[in-house]
């Protein structure tokens, strides 16, 4: 059986921390506030010349100075990004034009927050499928610029940041032994549109707008939903909590990740949390988190990874993954 496996990891954060106390002399909040209810305390924000396009190219440089390869042996870059640099072309031409990169395909996913997990199934997808050997998937954001810097129940939530990974075409025996990604579960439902948006775009108001989110209802869906995708990428494969190593979720709220893992049994040392440095990264905080994990040598080669994440849309999904 044909599998994707990970042969680097890559991160990069803009220079520019902002703290919860600062947070304080612009709205009315508090550290204990924010702590409390999300469990950040500080994210990082992009500053003049750091774009999504910038911070991605640099991750994904990162991550193919890791695996041992160069541009020239990338197939196809996919970035999960839903604050791009322009409408378009997509932030993926751009990164494969700064990576010097003239050759096969790139494109964006964009699925809010649960973006890296689409993006991984679409590029694990496509090496299964033999149009591609080698990819590098991407997840970047900007979410700073379209924040409400009035609006405190938002802009204390959100970062910016890029992380990325190296996939490559092997062969496994096609048991949950092999390394690689070994399922991906995916879904959607577009009822839940008007719980996490932004009130802007090309084709309405000409515009683009700011993140708006009705948290409570947020937060009723979140831990039932990833439950949700991960029994399934558990019964996909024959695997249980028992047998993961780690669990790397969207970094969006200390309190959803907790309920999440207690839910499934997932004992707390197994799960990674970078939230309350980076903040909610939309589509960059699950490679941030695993770039920290992998970089600071927890997960290892053989390792049993399960990434899950739910956005805006709604979107959620997971992968379950043997590092």
Same mark, same amino acid.
Request: aromatic content about 6%; hydrophobic content about 45%; charged content about 20%.
């Given at each position: 059986?044909?599998?994707?496996?990970? @042969?680097?990891?890559?991160?990069?954060?803009?220079?520019?921390?902002?703290?919860?106390?600062?947070?304080?002399?612009?709205?009315?909040?508090?550290?204990?506030?924010?702590?409390?209810?999300?469990?950040?305390?500080? @994210?990082?924000?992009?500053?003049?010349?750091?774009? =999504? &396009?910038?911070?991605?190219?640099?991750? &994904?440089? *990162?991550?193919? /100075?890791?695996? !041992?390869?160069?541009?020239?042996?990338? /197939?196809?870059?996919?970035?999960?990004?839903?604050?791009?640099?322009? =409408? %378009?072309?997509?932030?993926?031409?751009?990164?494969?034009?700064?990576l010097g990169m003239h050759h096969g395909f790139a494109?964006?996913?964009?699925?809010?927050?649960?973006? $890296?997990?689409?993006?991984?199934?679409?590029? #694990?997808?496509?090496?299964?499928?033999?149009?591609? @050997? @080698? &990819?590098?998937?991407?997840?970047?954001?900007? $979410?700073?610029?379209?924040?409400?810097?009035? #609006?405190?129940?938002?802009?204390?939530? %959100?970062? #910016?940041?890029?992380?990325?990974?190296?996939?490559?075409?092997?062969?496994?025996?096609?048991?949950?032994? #092999?390394?690689?990604?070994?399922?991906?579960?995916?879904?959607?439902?577009?009822?839940?549109? /008007?719980?996490?948006?932004?009130?802007?775009?090309?084709s309405t108001t000409g515009t683009v707008g700011h993140?708006?989110?009705?948290?409570?209802?947020? $937060?009723?869906?979140?831990? +039932?939903?990833? =439950?949700?995708?991960?029994?399934?990428?558990?019964?996909?494969?024959?695997?249980?909590?028992?047998?993961?190593?780690?669990?790397?979720?969207?970094?969006?709220?200390?309190?959803?990740?907790? *309920?999440?893992?207690?839910?499934?049994?997932?004992?707390?040392?197994?799960?990674?949390?970078?939230?309350?440095?980076?903040?909610?990264?939309?589509?960059?905080?699950?490679?941030?988190?695993?770039? =920290?994990?992998?970089?600071?040598?927890?997960?290892?080669?053989?390792?049993?990874?399960?990434?899950?994440?739910?956005? +805006?849309? $709604?979107?959620? !999904? &997971?992968?379950?993954?043997?590092?």
């Amino acid at each position: 059986m044909i599998r994707s496996v990970v @042969r680097g990891f890559g991160a990069v954060l803009p220079k520019r921390v902002l703290t919860n106390a600062e947070l304080e002399s612009m709205v009315d909040t508090s550290d204990e506030w924010i702590v409390q209810r999300t469990g950040i305390r500080e @994210r990082h924000i992009a500053g003049e010349g750091e774009t =999504t &396009a910038s911070l991605g190219a640099a991750a &994904a440089q *990162a991550a193919l /100075d890791k695996a !041992g390869f160069k541009a020239a042996d990338i /197939d196809l870059i996919i970035v999960a990004t839903s604050t791009p640099d322009n =409408t %378009f072309p997509a932030v993926a031409v751009d990164i494969q034009n700064r990576l010097g990169m003239h050759h096969g395909f790139a494109f964006d996913v964009q699925a809010v927050c649960s973006g $890296f997990v689409y993006a991984v199934a679409t590029a #694990d997808a496509y090496i299964r499928g033999g149009l591609a @050997r @080698r &990819a590098i998937v991407v997840g970047a954001e900007t $979410f700073s610029r379209i924040l409400d810097w009035t #609006d405190r129940t938002t802009c204390v939530l %959100f970062g #910016d940041g890029a992380g990325a990974i190296v996939l490559e075409r092997a062969e496994g025996e096609g048991t949950s032994a #092999d390394r690689g990604v070994l399922t991906a579960q995916l879904r959607s439902d577009g009822a839940h549109r /008007d719980k996490l948006y932004v009130d802007g775009g090309p084709s309405t108001t000409g515009t683009v707008g700011h993140l708006r989110m009705e948290g409570r209802e947020v $937060f009723k869906h979140a831990v +039932g939903m990833i =439950t949700d995708v991960i029994v399934a990428a558990f019964d996909a494969t024959g695997l249980t909590s028992e047998d993961l190593d780690w669990m790397v979720p969207h970094q969006a709220n200390r309190r959803i990740i907790d *309920a999440s893992a207690k839910k499934l049994g997932i004992a707390p040392e197994k799960v990674v949390i970078t939230v309350d440095r980076h903040g909610n990264t939309s589509a960059a905080s699950i490679p941030l988190a695993l770039a =920290t994990a992998a970089g600071d040598g927890r997960i290892r080669e053989g390792d049993l990874v399960l990434l899950e994440a739910m956005g +805006g849309g $709604f979107t959620w !999904g &997971a992968v379950l993954l043997r590092w």
